[in-house]
C-alpha cells in the first residue's frame, strides 16, 4: 500500500509561547469534504510541526487541512476555512473568548 504523508506546522500569529500539554488535532479531508486521516499531538511549543500519513489510494481530488489546537489553560485555537495542504504552514485563529 502506497503511503502519503502530509506534514507542515501549525502557527498561531498572536502567541509566542503556548502551556506545557497542548494538544493539537490535525485531519486531512479530501475536496468532498471527507477526512481521510487525522492525528492528535501534544506540543509546548508554536509553531508546532505536524505529519499526518495517509493511504495514497484514498485520494482523488485536492488535500486540505483542518486543525485545532487546545491549550492546557482551556484557550482554543483553529483553521476557520480548510486550508490547501501543500501551503506547509496552517495558521490558527483564536476560537472563543
Known amino acids: 500500500m502506497p503511503l502519503l504523508t502530509v ?14 500539554g497542548a494538544i493539537a488535532t490535525v485531519k486531512v479531508v479530501d475536496d468532498a469534504g471527507e477526512v481521510l486521516a487525522a492525528a492528535a499531538l501534544e506540543t509546548d511549543e508554536v509553531p508546532a510541526p505536524f505529519s499526518v500519513t495517509l493511504d495514497d489510494e484514498m485520494v482523488r481530488g485536492d488535500l486540505f487541512v483542518w486543525a ?16 490547501p495542504a501543500d501551503l506547509g504552514t496552517v495558521e490558527l485563529n483564536r476560537i472563543g473568548d
Open 68 to 83: 485545532f489546537l487546545r491549550a492546557s489553560d482551556g484557550s482554543g485555537y483553529g483553521t476557520l476555512e480548510l486550508v
Open 7 to 20: 506534514s507542515g506546522s501549525l502557527l498561531v500569529r498572536e502567541v509566542s509561547e503556548i502551556p506545557p
